[in-house]
C-alpha cells in the first residue's frame, strides 16, 4: 500500500483563489517532496522541504512540514487554469522515495 | 542525457506475451526507481537500484516482474506473460543517490496496454 495519502483527492477551485492540499506519510523522513503530474505522464518536481524545516516558498508555492504529526501541505496562491494538474507529495525515507495517491487540481477560468 | 528516457512511449501487446521496458536514466545518477501507475492512480513503488544492484524489490508485485541495470546506466523492467491487470504507466526517475536532499527526475513513462 501507498504510505503517503493526499486530500483531498480531488480538488475544484476558480481561478485566484488558493489551493490546499495536504499530505500524511508514515516513516521517518530525510525530506518531503512535492511533484505535479500532467496527464498521467512524467512527473515535474516543484519543491523539496527537509526532515528540519518547518516552512519554505517558491514563487506562489508555500510548504509547511509537521513531523511530530508526519504530514504536509502544499499550498498554491492564486491560482491558474494552467495549475490543473495532479499533485503528489513523495516522502524520502534512506533509501526510498515513497509517492502519495495523488490530489487532482482543477482550476476553472 | 539531458533528462531520463523512457522507451517505447506506448506498447499494445498481447495477453501471454513478455515485454520489456527501458529506462535511460541521467548520466551520473546513481540511483534509479521504477514505479507503477495505473489509470487515475498513484504511483505505486516497483524496486530501487543503486548503481546496478537492487537493494530494495519490495514493491515487484510478482514473480513475472523483473528488472535489471547496468553499471549505473540502463535499467530494463522485464514482465513476463503478461497479464491485463498488468496495464498501466510505468514509471522511471533517476536521481543523484542517498544524498537526503536529492530530488528524483522522472522520464515521460511507457504506457503499456495488455489487450
Known amino acids: 500500500s501507498q504510505q503517503g495519502e493526499e486530500d483531498p483527492q480531488a480538488l475544484s477551485i476558480q481561478e485566484g483563489e488558493n489551493a490546499t492540499m495536504n499530505c500524511s506519510y508514515k516513516?521517518?523522513?530525510?525530506?518531503l517532496q512535492w511533484y505535479r503530474q500532467n496527464s498521467g505522464r512524467g512527473l515535474v518536481h516543484l519543491i523539496l522541504?527537509?526532515?528540519?524545516?518547518r516552512e519554505k516558498h517558491s514563487g506562489r508555492l508555500r510548504v509547511t512540514l509537521d513531523t511530530s504529526k508526519k504530514s504536509s501541505s502544499l499550498l498554491i496562491t492564486a491560482s491558474r487554469a494552467a495549475d490543473t494538474a495532479s499533485y503528489f507529495c513523495?516522502?524520502?525515507?534512506?533509501?526510498?522515495?515513497?509517492f502519495g495517491t495523488g490530489t487532482k487540481l482543477q482550476v476553472i477560468p | 542525457g539531458a533528462g531520463v528516457s523512457q522507451s517505447p512511449s506506448n506498447k499494445v501487446t498481447e495477453k501471454g506475451k513478455d515485454v520489456e521496458l527501458r529506462c535511460d536514466p541521467i548520466?551520473?545518477?546513481?540511483?534509479l526507481y521504477w514505479y507503477r501507475q495505473r489509470l487515475g492512480q498513484g504511483l505505486e513503488f516497483l524496486i530501487y537500484f543503486q548503481g546496478n544492484s537492487a537493494p530494495d524489490k519490495s514493491g515487484l508485485p510478482s514473480d513475472r516482474f523483473s528488472a535489471e541495470r547496468t553499471g549505473e546506466s540502463v535499467s530494463t523492467l522485464t514482465i513476463q506473460r503478461t497479464q491485463q491487470e498488468d496495464s498501466a504507466v510505468y514509471l522511471c526517475?533517476?536521481?543523484?543517490?542517498?544524498?537526503?536532499?536529492?530530488?528524483?527526475?522522472f522520464g515521460q513513462g511507457t504506457r503499456l496496454t495488455v489487450v
Open positions: 513523495a516522502s524520502r525515507g534512506y533509501q526510498k522515495v515513497t
Open positions: 548520466s551520473g545518477h546513481t540511483a
Open positions: 522541504i527537509r526532515s528540519n524545516e
Open positions: 526517475a533517476s536521481s543523484t543517490g542517498q544524498g537526503p536532499n536529492t530530488e528524483a527526475f
Open positions: 516513516t521517518s523522513i530525510n525530506n
